[in-house]
């Protein structure tokens, strides 16, 4: 078993192809968000493409929550954004999810072995997953970083910092974006995560719309032990659940 760090959709399409476990890593802040939903009790999350594809879906279950954002801030009707630190009312209800970038590449992963979210706030639970899981199909992982979907030549500063925190809990060998992988580690021994993702280039875009808080609480690392873990594809999207770790 290797593992791969991947930027964005050819790392989904990787993991596809090879049949891996695929994680995504979309630290500011639709790991961090999907995973703090579940850590507050939602019961399943629905991942889908689009604004529209989200009210669809509420439409087919009227007591769900839409979560999610456009431009970092939730669109018209939605009950919540993508924020970590405002899931509270997600407890004992199904959540409607979509993002710019975290929730299309969870989409695009869909038929990998495995597929999983992972960022700083649940590392080495979704490393301890993904080594699992990836031991069980005799196969490799693709660390993705997610960068930005409409933007791929976009700086994915805290993602790569992210992922590669994840894969350094994992403890499995780097083969394709091993130098990437070597940088990141190096740069977070002497800056530290905190201060990477405060430096990151999305930092500017959430402290646009007000939501520099978020920056100190997704590099927050092990705060929950959630993964969410794609499970099942539906009409109206690709149903996500907390991952049952083993033992």
């Known amino acids: 078993m ?18 891996c476990v695929a994680v995504i890593v979309d630290a500011l802040r639709a790991s961090a968000t999907a995973a703090m939903l579940l850590d507050a009790g939602a019961t ?5 493409k689009t604004v529209e594809d989200a009210y669809a879906a509420k439409a087919a279950y009227p007591d769900a929550l839409l979560a999610g954002e456009r431009g970092g801030l939730p669109p018209a009707g939605f009950d919540i954004g993508n924020s970590p630190r405002t899931v509270g009312m997600a407890n004992g209800r199904r959540v409607i999810f979509t993002t710019t970038t975290g929730s299309q590449w969870l989409i695009e992963s869909w038929g990998a072995a495995a597929v999983f979210m992972g960022t700083t706030v649940n590392a080495s639970a979704v490393a301890q997953a993904a080594v699992d899981a990836a031991q069980a199909a005799n196969t490799d992982i693709v660390w993705i970083p997610a960068g930005l979907s409409t933007d791929p030549a976009f700086s994915a500063q805290e993602d790569w910092v992210a992922a590669t925190v994840i894969a ?27 201060a ?33 873990v794609a499970v099942a594809r539906t009409a109206e999207g690709i149903i996500v659940h907390k991952h049952e770790m083993k033992g």
């Open 196 to 228: 990477l993702f405060h430096s990151a280039p999305h930092a500017a875009k959430l402290r646009a719309v007000n939501l520099a808080d978020d920056l100190d609480y997704c590099s927050q690392v092990n705060l929950t032990d959630q993964v969410p």
């Open 2 to 19: 290797q593992s791969h760090m991947i930027q964005g959709l050819d790392g989904c399409r990787f993991a596809v192809e090879h049949r």
């Open 44 to 48: 399943e999350l629905i991942f889908v």
């Open 168 to 194: 350094s809990i994992a403890d499995v060998e780097v083969k394709e974006g091993r130098a990437e992988y070597d940088h990141w580690r190096a740069r977070i021994e002497q800056e530290g995560v905190p």
